[in-house]
């Protein structure tokens, strides 16, 4: 099985920034993706980022609409962590952050593991 550790998250001023970081251990497996997503009260999880981490689509990355040019996800594939990098932040960015992990193994099945999650509160 796969631990995700997650840690960076805190109170931060609005247009101040943190770093998210996401350590994976626990599996020889391949992994393909990592992402950030979020969850405030009363709403729906929803993801922030993620990056891809095999294949043809190695590197790659996406973003949801509201944090394009704020948020950057970025890898340290030798220490086998993530991080998302926030700049900019606002009020509507305070949620729980988690980070979530897909593998697949030698018979090329799908797994997802989540973090624990880490609050990020952005004052006005």
């Known amino acids: 099985q796969v631990q995700l550790v997650e840690s960076g998250g805190g109170l931060v001023q609005a247009g101040g920034s943190l770093r998210l970081s996401c350590t994976a251990s626990?599996?020889?497996?391949?992994?393909?993706?990592v992402g950030w997503y979020r969850q405030a009260p009363g709403k729906q999880r929803e993801l922030v980022a993620i990056?891809?981490?095999?294949?043809?689509?190695?590197?790659?990355?996406n973003y949801a609409d509201s944090v394009k040019g704020r948020f950057t996800i970025s890898r340290d594939n030798a220490k086998n962590t993530v991080f998302l990098q926030m700049n900019s932040l606002k009020p509507e960015d305070t949620a729980v952050y988690y980070c979530n992990a897909k593998y697949s193994d030698y018979a090329n099945r799908n797994y997802d593991y989540w973090g624990q999650g880490t609050q990020v509160t952005v004052s006005s």
């Open positions: 626990g599996s020889s497996f391949r992994r393909n993706a």
């Open positions: 990056v891809f981490s095999s294949g043809v689509s190695s590197g790659r990355t």
